[in-house]
């Protein structure tokens, strides 16, 4: 019902900044929580962050609070995911995702995860 596209990936190097976008289809744009995972090669996918459908709540992965932001625009139905500070750990590929509840997006649980784009690569080097 709801269709994710990522978009914004590509290399950069550590220390660097990178911007994810993800387009939503859904209509009712503000009534869907929103977040992202990763997965790196050889690794489980990951939670990395999400927000909740009124933006008034954030949820972040230990391992990049203070570097990522997420964010959303209603009036392009976008949410982002704003990276900084690159390690090379953070190399992944990034999921958008989208929740029917606020607390399915903050448990980070990927069981509860709604809707899933098709994922953009971030490739940090060293």
């Known amino acids: 019902q709801v269709q994710l596209e990522e978009s914004g990936g590509g290399l950069v190097q550590a220390g660097e900044s990178l911007r994810l976008s993800c387009a939503a289809s859904a209509r009712t744009f503000s009534t869907y929580a929103m977040g992202w995972f990763r997965q790196a090669p050889g690794k489980e996918r990951e939670f990395v962050s999400a927000?909740?459908?009124?933006?008034?709540?954030?949820y972040y992965a230990d391992s990049v609070k203070g570097r990522f932001t997420i964010s959303r625009d209603y009036a392009k139905n976008t949410a982002y995911l704003q990276m900084n500070s690159l390690k090379p750990e953070d190399t992944a590929v990034y999921y958008c995702t989208a929740y029917t509840t606020t607390a399915q997006a903050m448990s980070g649980n990927r069981a509860r995860v709604d809707y899933w784009g098709k994922g953009t690569l971030v490739t940090v080097s060293s």
């Open positions: 927000i909740s459908g009124y933006g008034d709540a954030t």
